[in-house]
Nanobody, 128 residues
Framework: QVQLVESGGGSVQAGGSLRLSCEVSRVSSSRYSLGWFRQAPGKEREGVAA???????GYADSVKGRFTISRDNAKNTLYLQMNSLSPEDSGMYYC??????????????????????WGQGTQVTVSS
């Protein structure tokens, strides 16, 4: 069973930065594709960024150029560097893991339904 624990959320002013971390335990994170998702109150959970087992990355259009996803398999940790934050980026941020045979990118990597394992989330609040 994959266990995921997020950290690094907090409150920041618009234009600021935050770095989220997601510690993966009980398994080797290198075996899984990992993603970051967020959910604002009253809205559906949406994909933010994902990184495959072979380190291919993908981003939602709304965060391209501002967010960077990365992984350190030696530390079993996933990261999300978020720059130029705006109030629209506020929400609960979740990391998730999925195992999928084969390499390369596929559209499901940014869809919550594709993921099997989820963390509890970390809150990000951006004030204007």
């Amino acid at each position: 069973q994959v266990q995921l624990v997020e950290s690094g959320g907090g409150s920041v002013q618009a234009g600021g930065s935050l770095r989220l971390s997601c510690e993966v335990s009980r398994v080797s994170s290198s075996r899984y594709s990992l993603g970051w998702f967020r959910q604002a109150p009253g809205k559906e959970r949406e994909g933010v960024a994902a990184i495959t087992r072979d380190d291919i990355t993908g981003y939602a259009d709304s965060v391209k150029g501002r967010f960077t996803i990365s992984r350190d398999n030696a530390k079993n940790t996933l990261y999300l560097q978020m720059n130029s934050l705006s109030p629209e980026d506020s929400g609960m941020y979740y990391c998730a893991a999925l195992w999928r045979a084969g390499g390369g990118w596929y559209g499901g990597y940014l869809r919550p339904a594709a993921y099997t394992y989820w963390g509890q989330g970390t809150q990000v609040t951006v004030s204007s």
